[in-house]
């Protein structure tokens, strides 16, 4: 029998070496990215997407229970909701998503007013064959809640809004004038931001999140969401989509609604003040069942600042009829 000579006995080896060392030096791809960082949340937590009205939606879910969809604001993406996930999950199937434009999702040309942005989430919860979810919106992510549950009350069991003015509704005029809320005017601007900000995400996005609620890692994570031109502009088209739906929103007086909606803020955000005549004008709009909440010692990104009052808030209203919270 002929022994193997020793260059036989080392290609093979070396050929394996040689694919191993290439994968390691491998750049990540987006999609095992967010599989990694979705795994960080919690156990069982897992990044996915689903093809939904012309777009890929990204998402990240986990836990067990009803289903509650949480919606972020600008300038976050579906990780706002990294410290409230676990603290749901073990009631809940939460799932985070990221908007239309925005870290994993396509960016498009157009789509971004809140009713498009409701509806990408309606075909979401049809594909995902979701019964009745709990909708939960924060900033932006919180007047898409108010078009989902204005468009789609008959597929959920009730809406949170938080840290946001509802565009034409109530003292709307005076909120857009207050001089705190300044970027509005500067984002709708056609063009400008994109511009300015460009190259820029850091300096810019990083004034906005200037808490210490945020570690550089957390912020570096959401500059990247909005890192390329078609994600970066999506930032800016939010705003422009306001005028179609300050008019939307000022029609949809008739039709009365007894599903539960849930208006609040952080206790030192700009728009806490305005939550009382903000509820009364949606109570004048038909809306039966309006509550006001406050999250006790924070500003605007009461999911980063106080992720646990967050989360007992979305439980003691998202929970089924009849359960214990």
Known sequence: ???????????PLAAV????????????????????LAATVGQGFASNAVHVNGIDLHYVRGGTGPA?????????????????MPLLADRFD???????GVGGSTA??????????????????LQLHLDRPYIFGHDIGGMVAYAYARQFSGD????????????????WQEIKADPALWHIYFHQIPGLAEQLVAGKQAI???????????????????????????HLRTAFEFYRAFPAEEQINAKSLAQPSSLPLVFGAGEHDIFYKYLPREAQALRDMGWKNVTTAMIPDSVHYVADEQPKAVADLIASHAALQGELH
């Open 156 to 171: 959920t069991r009730g809406a949170m809004i938080l840290d946001v003015a509802l565009a034409g509704v109530g003292p």
């Open 17 to 36: 070496l040689l694919s191993v060392t290439a994968f390691a030096a491998r750049p990540q791809t987006a999609e095992e990215s967010a599989s990694q």
């Open 68 to 84: 509650v969809i949480l919606m972020h604001g600008f300038p976050e993406d579906w990780y706002e909701f990294r410290k409230v």
């Open 204 to 230: 810019y996005f990083g004034h906005f999140l200037s808490f210490p609620a945020f570690t550089p890692e957390d912020r570096k994570h959401f500059y990247a969401a909005y890192g390329d031109g078609p």
């Open 1 to 11: 029998m002929n022994m193997p000579s020793l260059a036989n006995l080392i290609a």
């Open 108 to 125: 498009t040309g157009s789509g971004y007013d809140a009713a498009n942005l409701a509806t990408d989430i309606h075909e979401l919860v």
């Open 94 to 100: 939460v799932i985070a998503v990221d908007l239309r």
